[in-house]
């Protein structure tokens, strides 16, 4: 493998071209016209244009990616999360051009990429799945039947669905009928699949989720697990590992859970399965995501693996450099995802220009970065400028460190969420290990980050007044 072309932007493009460039193979680029400045495009040995701004004209195009990978010779195309990187006809299309797909085979992209069909194929394996229904439910009188069987609230979800897309929580069996059909409307405009099912609504959960690797040789791990619990809309913000509620039996058992998820099948390469802790430690599968996840890093950093370069070794056909026993958990690592977003207005986007941005260095800190000082933020993608990562000996050292980094992250013209991650990273539920998905909505409001900001200032003002007064006395020191 000696040229990989990523099909991606952002700061994912660049991560994976790092290792790439590690490992001596040449990276190709595609772009957008919306992203001809962008860092990804200047840190390629090659780029090449294939579209305008909005992804379905560049991004999502499969069969012009491969074209220009054909072009340029590329022995292997890289997809990133998002975009295509789960689409099982692009992996199919690319494998049938004798290019090499970095991801598992298509098949499986096809079974996990439906919540239904994932939980089909894992029955065999003795996996503890959420109570609910099996099949798609089309019928009323008979998804109330079941509802009843499982006991409200319960949760309808899409089949099709990402992203915390196409979720909708029915307390009693009046409400079920009417969300039931706008839960199918849903999914049909967005996922193109009106399937939904039924499962019981895990009252307050974690979510911990499992990454695994498998290689073509029959050999899969798992490198432990990340928790992430802190998210807002069902979808993740900040990310830990290893989690504060994990004993070691219960990570073994999760962990041979994953790889038998993995096994279920046929699993090739980076792969996530996701589950569902309860208040009593119960675990049930989720789904499982087929692809290198945002959250990646605090694995990397508590397990010394470079995930890209696994992923690159066993695409390129190698055995699994490492087994089981060779993994061990060595200290902490936090994430939190840096948005161009305004934590005081709803999380609304906040489009303009970076004119500054500076990014925190230190030993312990990571940034996964995809911008510079001067860009603007295309309206078209994934507001995500970054992803701030930490490590420390301990939890309580990892958060002091982010702490300092979140300070030290100087960002101007547009609003971010480094102030709605210090607001978490210093509060107390976050801080004793003791919360759950609801962390968000029982813990943070935009008057209470206010409140806390306006009481920063204060206190810096008393700091600042302090200084003075002391460097007045030290002033005046030689006439006394
Ligand atoms: P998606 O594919 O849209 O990300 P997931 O099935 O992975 O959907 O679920 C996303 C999040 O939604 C979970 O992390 C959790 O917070 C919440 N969730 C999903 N299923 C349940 C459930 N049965 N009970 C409670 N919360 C759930």
Known sequence: MKKILVANRGEIAIRVMRTAKRMGIKTVAVYSTADRNALHVKYADEAVLIGEAPSNQSYLLGDKIIEVAKRLNVDAIHPGYGFLSENANFAELVEANNI?????????????????????????YNIPMVPGTDNAITDVTKAKDRAQDIGFPILIKASAGGGGKGMRVVEKVNELESQMQRAISEATSAFGD?????????????????????????????LFERECSIQ???????????STVLT??????????????????????????????????????????????????????ITGMDLVELQIRVARGETLPITQNDLKIKGHALELRVYAEDPTNNFLPSVGTLDMYKLPIGKGIRVDNGFEEGMGIP?????????????????DEAIELMLKAINDYKIEGIQTTLAFGRFVFE???FRSGHFDTHFVKNHY????????????????????????????????????
Do not use: W
């Not at 701030?388 to 301990?394: A, D, P, S």
């Open 100 to 124: 090499t797909f970095i991801g598992p085979r298509s098949a499986a992209i096809k079974i996990m990429g439906s919540k239904l069909a994932a939980k089909e194929a894992v029955k065999a």
């Open 194 to 222: 009106g399937s939904v099912f039924i499962e019981k609504y895990i009252s307050s959960p974690r979510h911990i989720e499992i990454q695994v690797m498998a290689d073509a040789h029959g050999n899969v791990i798992h």
């Open 232 to 242: 807002r809309r069902h979808q993740k913000i900040i990310e830990e590992a290893p």
């Open 248 to 301: 070691p039996q219960l990570r073994q058992e999760m962990g041979e859970a994953a790889i038998n998820v993995a096994k279920s099948c046929d699993y090739l390469g980076a792969g996530t399965v996701e589950f569902l802790l309860d208040d009593d430690h119960k675990f049930y599968f989720l789904e499982m995501n087929t692809r290198l996840q945002v959250e990646h890093p605090v694995t990397e950093l």
């Open 379 to 395: 309206i078209y993608y994934d507001p995500m400028l970054s992803k701030l990562i930490t490590y420390g000996k301990t939890r």
């Open 427 to 429: 509060h107390e539920g």
């Open 445 to 480: 409001s935009p008057e209470a980050l206010k409140e806390k900001q306006k009481e920063e200032v204060k206190i810096a003002a008393l700091i600042a007044v302090k200084q003075y007064i002391e460097d007045q006395k030290l002033l005046k020191l030689p006439n006394q």
